[in-house]
């Protein structure tokens, strides 16, 4: 193994062959920026994951020098990483960004939602995620999701028309033909815009070297209080863990993707700079979604059921 | 496990494929193959299949589970839609647009290949070329997909037989030559066994060439651009005005075609404006040149009126305008398309009032007979179409470029995209065919 990143690519293709990061950025601000034309409001999801970190460096480019023309939206479990919620204020002060925030706390306080019986928040997410789309008319919503992350994803289109409960219905997709996305919607409609689309975690974190963005430590291994859930390593917390019989140690870890932390694992890893990252995706036989999320794990179609529920 | 090289971890280059094929020729499991022996299967995954085979009471994973996505698929043992598949070599990284071949068949298909520089159409080898292989040849043949793989199944079942494939490859190759596909190759596989798929196969000596995987990762993936028409569609204006560019004012999008250089005089459609390009921005770095299909932004020499929805292409090489179209189309909603339609027309970044003034012909793809005045589309069709848009487009023929030439039709009603449109000829006239010296003695 070696920890060596090559940036030249070595084939028999033409000098204008664009590299395969070249491409995915290309088509990627390509979308941004159709967006920006048709759109009267949009909205970037933004939690602080690595993906939504790439997102916002691509609309950076693809509006550079002028400023992004879409504001930031954060749906907050509550369950929040404070690291990632440090990256988070720190990226919307450098960039002067607007930020709006979604908080499931406020709803469980105001007892619109209730707590669930497993502490896990993410399905709790969808009606704060509708009602501010609702509330501040957001008409476009970029998330990072990725087709290569879960098969109902697989099937997503680029521009994903939501009606105005966000409700995903696969039989209304629209089929999206060359490069000609179709952004029509109904007043109090939206469409989800998903620029990753044909991204893979490794392009991501191919790309986030390349680029060189600063990412949430918590992505790189370092020694955490964890104790062992469902098979993966979860951070001891406020939110409810350790149960009895639930043992907290020390360990050397990071994450894969950041989510709740109640249902978002760590994974072991030594794994301690981006190149090291890479060399372990690259050699991992378990997807990220399967390593590190235990609501995934529901059911076999627990990511379909939340898509037409509205989730991202 | 695999070994990581620094390979895995540098630049490659992309390419995207579809495939054609029913469930009967075994397309879901030379998919979940390619996936499954280039390692793009993860442990979870497989686990997965194998949980699902096992509870149907098949003994060995059904490779063919791991390109079902939804549950209203595999509760009734179909695939409704488009899905895309990521999976990378050394060499490449891959992106598929993986087709069913049942239901929506020509509809997902023509999805699928829009984007594709390839296309692998399967048959199997006991039934040889029939009905939905000539479809599929004519489906490839109109939307331009510049590579086409026949790849000939199930050999294992004709005791892989030389004669038997090169009958098969040679009656495709003929057919689909005639339609103008500019390059068939024809590779004879058994993806249950896992012959000529990823590794060559120790049971057909007799074929020289290379797998499918080894195809897929050499093809080229770019054109001589000297050929092309350079064209970029206008999708924002970038003007800062800020105190450090205050007269900034740049023209955003993805070259859909061809290159364009600093100091080149470039006229703006539909306007007819000429400027010079002042320089290229490339997602903040400026550069001499830049070439499809890169998201630039241009800086012109004149402050002329330019928006959303114009070409900027070279005054030397600019298309006629018009607001006369006559194309192929796909019909892809479920509602049909009829003369007199009011439409919405989405061509590049612009999009206009249409009408649709007639439908000459609807072409039967299994046969490729016209029926002359159908009166209207339904979903699945393929027809010529004569439409007449409310403002002048700088339309290129679909032949020339994929990008430009191309649109879609959008019912402004409520905003369902109905058609898929190619400008001009449906089929490109045939070329002789060329001599393949590079193509390890497969001739025919």
């Known amino acids: 193994m070696t920890t060596t990143v090559a940036t030249v690519s070595e084939g028999t293709d033409s000098p ?32 602080g994951g690595k993906d939504s970190i790439v997102m916002l460096h691509l609309a950076l480019k693809a509006f550079r020098p002028a400023s992004v023309p879409f504001s930031l939206l954060h749906v907050d479990t509550g369950h929040n990483f404070p690291e990632v919620l440090d990256y988070r204020d720190r990226t919307v002060a450098e960039h002067g960004l607007r930020l709006h925030v979604a908080s499931v706390q406020d709803y469980i ?129 406020e939110w409810g863990g350790p149960k009895d019989g639930e043992t907290v140690e020390k360990r050397l870890v990071r994450y894969r993707t950041v989510g709740d932390m109640s249902c978002t694992g760590a994974v072991d890893s030594e794994a301690d700079t981006i190149e090291k990252v890479i060399v372990e995706i690259a050699a991992s036989r378990l997807t990220e979604r399967g390593a590190t999320r235990a609501d995934d794990k529901m059911s076999e179609a627990a990511m379909e059921d939340r898509k037409r529920e509205g989730y991202f | 496990m695999s070994t990581v090289t620094t390979e895995e971890l540098s630049e490659t280059t992309l390419l995207r494929f579809a495939t054609a094929g029913s469930v009967d020729d075994g397309k879901s499991t030379l998919v979940g193959r390619l996936l499954h022996d280039s390692k793009s299967v993860l442990t979870d995954q497989l686990e997965a299949v194998e949980r699902a085979s096992a509870s149907r009471g098949q003994e060995a994973p059904d490779l063919a589970l791991l390109t079902d996505g939804l549950r209203a698929e595999r509760e009734q043992g179909i695939t409704i839609d488009v899905a895309y598949r990521y999976f990378a070599t050394p060499l490449r990284r891959f992106i598929l647009a993986d087709t069913p071949g049942h239901v929506q068949y020509t509809r997902n298909m023509v999805t699928g290949a829009s984007t594709a520089e390839l296309t692998v159409i399967l048959v199997d080898a006991r039934n040889g070329v029939v009905e939905q292989t000539r479809r599929h040849a004519a489906l490839a043949a109109l939307l331009r997909v510049p590579h086409v793989v026949l790849a000939v199944n199930k050999m294992d079942l004709v005791d892989y037989e030389e004669k038997v494939f090169a009958g098969i490859a040679e009656e495709f190759t003929a057919y689909a030559t005639e339609l103008g596909v500019p390059e068939v190759t024809a590779i004879p596989i058994s993806a249950l066994v896992g012959d000529n798929v990823v590794e060559p196969s120790a049971n057909m000596d007799w074929y020289g060439g290379p797998t499918v995987l080894e195809h897929l990762e050499t093809v080229p993936v770019s054109h001589d651009l000297s050929h092309c028409h350079a064209r970029l569609p206008v999708q924002y204006v970038i003007r800062p005005r800020s105190a450090e560019h205050p007269d900034y004012r740049g023209y955003a999008g993805q070259i859909a075609a061809g290159s364009f250089h600093v100091g080149e005089e470039v006229t703006v459609l539909p306007s007819g404006r000429t400027s010079k390009v002042a320089g290229i921005d490339l997602l903040g770095e400026p550069v001499d040149v830049a070439w499809t299909t890169q998201s630039v932004t241009l800086l012109l020499e004149d402050d002329i009126d330019i928006s959303r929805g114009d070409l900027i292409v070279p005054s030397k090489d600019a298309p006629a305008t018009t607001q006369d179209i006559e194309a192929t189309v796909c019909h892809v909603a479920d509602a049909p398309l009829t003369v007199n339609h009011r439409v919405l027309l989405k061509h590049g970044t612009r999009t206009v009032k249409a009408i649709v003034k007639d439908i000459p012909s609807r072409l039967t793809l299994d046969d490729l007979s016209l029926h002359p005045h159908p009166g209207q589309l339904v979903a699945n069709d393929i027809g010529r179409v004569k439409i007449r848009t409310a403002e002048p487009l700088p339309v290129d023929s679909y032949s020339d470029s994929r990008r430009t030439g191309s649109f879609i039709l959008i019912d402004p009603n409520d905003g369902q995209t109905l058609t898929a449109g190619m400008v001009g000829e449906s089929f490109a006239s045939p070329e002789p065919v060329k001599d393949e010296a590079e193509d390890d003695g497969w001739d025919f």
């Open chain 1, 109 to 237: 306080d105001r007892g619109v939602l209730k707590e669930r019986p497993d502490g896990t928040r993410n399905p709790l997410q969808t009606l704060p995620l509708t009602e501010k789309i609702q509330a501040e008319k957001f008409d476009a919503v970029f998330g990072g999701g990725r087709r290569d992350e879960e098969k109902a994803r697989a099937k997503e289109r680029v521009f994903s028309l939501r009606d105005e409960f966000s409700q995903w219905d696969p039989r209304r997709q629209r089929p999206e033909l060359w490069n000609l996305y179709n952004g029509r919607h109904a007043p109090g409609e939206h469409v989800r815009v998903f620029p990753l689309s044909n991204w893979t975690e490794l392009d991501v974190w191919q790309y986030i070297a390349r680029e060189g963005i600063e990412l949430p430590q918590i992505y790189y291994a370092h020694e955490r209080e964890v104790f062992k859930r469902a098979g993966m390593w979860l951070t001891a917390g």
């Open chain 1, 16 to 47: 204008y062959a664009l590299s395969h990061l070249d491409a995915l950025e290309s088509e990627a601000v390509h979308i941004f920026r159709e967006v920006a034309g048709e759109f009267e409001r949009p909205v970037i999801l933004f939690s």
